[in-house]
């Protein structure tokens, strides 16, 4: 069936660290991917998407490219702030939204 | 513009009482949604209503879950009765409609503790 797998957490980094989290989807089709952010003590809201294959979502600083030869959508991003501390969803929509289990991301000072 | 708001933010029941969880989308947002998440899952869709009506309730169980959207605005969310493995956070969003193109939108979340 359709599903989406991401990489487990927690991860810990340092200011100005280079983030990826590994997301893969398993789909009979081609859905559209997300990255969907919580921060601490607020809802989940979106950071980025990806509707078609080779597309790449970026936003804050984050960025994602659909990847179809490898089912992927990895996040990214350069330099990380404590402000990014966060759990990372990775979701995709294929009729419905459907959500990965969640990353857990902690930058320190 | 406001977000979506839910009430109440927590509720702790006791197994087999009953709880009700209420939802106010975003004004002019035709779509709602509730989700379950449970402590290190993320969020599973429950039920989605387009207006007033329901688009997919396939994984809201159906024996002790209901939900309503009356008049295509409010909706409420119940449970009755509960059961520990029903402690989560339910989530509500809303969209303008029912593409990729919409945008959902989520509310804080309602914490629910069944002891």
């Known amino acids: 069936g359709n599903s989406v797998t991401q990489m487990e957490g927690p991860v810990t980094l340092s200011e100005e660290a280079f983030l990826t989290i590994n997301c893969t989807y398993t789909a009979t089709g081609y859905p559209s991917l997300f990255w969907y952010v919580q921060y601490p003590g607020e809802g989940l809201q979106l950071l980025l998407k990806?509707?078609?294959?080779?597309d790449k979502g970026s936003n804050k600083g984050f960025e994602a490219t659909y990847r179809k030869e490898t089912t992927s959508f990895h996040l990214e991003k350069g330099s990380v702030q404590v402000s990014d501390s966060a759990v990372y969803f990775c979701?995709?929509?294929?009729?419905?939204?459907?959500f990965g289990a969640g990353t857990t991301v902690t930058v320190r000072a | 513009e406001a977000g979506v708001a839910q009430s109440p933010r927590y509720k702790i029941i006791e197994k087999r009482q009953s709880v009700a969880f209420w939802c106010n989308p975003i004004s002019g947002h035709a779509t709602l949604y509730w989700y379950q998440q449970i402590l290190g899952q993320g969020p599973k869709l429950l039920i989605q209503f387009q207006n007033n009506g329901v688009v997919d309730d396939s994984q809201l169980p159906k024996d002790r879950f209901s939900a309503e959207r009356l008049k295509g605005v409010d909706s409420t969310l119940k449970i009755q009765p509960a059961k520990l493995e029903d402690s989560a956070v339910y989530l509500c969003?809303?969209?303008?409609?029912?593409?990729?193109?919409?945008?959902?939108?989520f509310g804080p979340g309602t914490r629910l503790t069944v002891l």
């Open positions: 990806a509707t078609k294959a080779d």
């Open positions: 979701a995709f929509r294929y009729y419905k939204l459907s």
């Open positions: 969003a809303s969209s303008p409609g029912n593409t990729d193109d919409d945008e959902q939108f």
